[in-house]
Structure formats: C-alpha cells, structure tokens
C-alpha cells in the first residue's frame, strides 16, 4: 500500500518516483503517437515547444536557449519530446535531450547525449552537463558541444 503522505519525490513501492512513472507515461504516448500518424517534424518541434513552454521559468530559459542553439548549429536534427522532454534526433535517436531541474527532481537542470552522440574522447568522456545559468561561455560551449555531437569540428 503507498503512503498517502509520500510526496512526488518519495520512492514507491514500485520503485519509481511519481516524476518517473508519468515520464515513462509520457514516453509510451509518445511512441503510440509516432506509430499512430508518422508525425510529421513539425508536429514533433510543436510537442518539444509545448514541453519548454510548460517548464518553471528559469528552466524555460535554459530550454529555449538550447532549442535556438540546436535549431541553429545542427538544423538537421528533428526536435521532439523524449519521456516528456525537448530532445533533438536523427534517424537513429536521440542525439541529445534537456532536462528540467524540477522534473528531473535535481537541484540542476541537465543537458545530455546519447550513444549516437559523437562526443567519444579516448577511453571516458563526459555525457551529461548540469546547467544552472547562462552566460557567453555556456552558450559558447553548448554550441560547441552540439556542434561535436553531429560531427562538426570544434
């Protein structure tokens, strides 16, 4: 039986936070829908705008920033939501993803890649950048990140 006081961050029984369960919600509509109707990109980049526009302020800023640095330096990527976040995928998947500091129940908000992303630096490299403001030089580095994830040189 769950306790009816846990909050929204508590573990359930079932192992997952409330967060996780509608993430993983969100991630079976998502495929329903994309099996459904072969979205089209634009209806794709309209449901990852509709997820920025949902997020508390500070972590819209981040999104939206993100969002016009990927339109901008990789255009070939279709954004999209992914678990209910903006992502931004090729044929393949998910290149990279933004994560909100309050639905990722973390104390930043995150901005990742997947395997597909080509960021490979020798034997360990990073996957995963906590993001807690902007400024020119995470623009900078964003762009830059973005950039190798597509393969376009530093």
């Known amino acids: 039986m769950t306790d009816p006081s846990a909050s929204a961050h508590d573990p359930v029984p079932e192992?997952?936070?409330?967060?996780?369960?509608?993430?993983?919600?969100?991630?079976?509509?998502?495929?329903?829908?994309?099996?459904?109707?072969?979205?089209?990109?634009?209806?794709?980049?309209?449901?990852?705008?509709?997820?920025?526009?949902?997020?508390?302020?500070?972590?819209?800023?981040?999104?939206?920033?993100?969002?016009?640095?990927?339109?901008r330096v990789a255009p070939e990527l279709t954004a999209k939501t992914w678990y209910g976040f903006p992502a931004y995928a090729r044929d393949e998947g998910v290149v990279c993803f933004f994560t909100s500091a309050e639905k990722g129940e973390a104390r930043y908000a995150v901005l990742g890649f997947n395997d597909i992303a080509q960021l490979d630096d020798g034997d360990m490299w990073p996957t995963a950048y906590a993001i807690v403001d902007w400024s020119p030089t995470v623009e900078q580095r964003v762009a830059q990140l973005i950039g190798r994830a597509v393969g376009i040189a530093d």
């Open 15 to 71: 192992g997952f936070t409330a967060h996780e369960r509608e993430a993983i919600r969100q991630r079976a509509e998502e495929l329903r829908a994309e099996g459904r109707s072969g979205k089209k990109k634009a209806d794709l980049e309209r449901a990852a705008l509709d997820a920025i526009a949902a997020m508390p302020d500070a972590d819209r800023a981040l999104a939206e920033r993100i969002h016009a640095i990927v339109t």
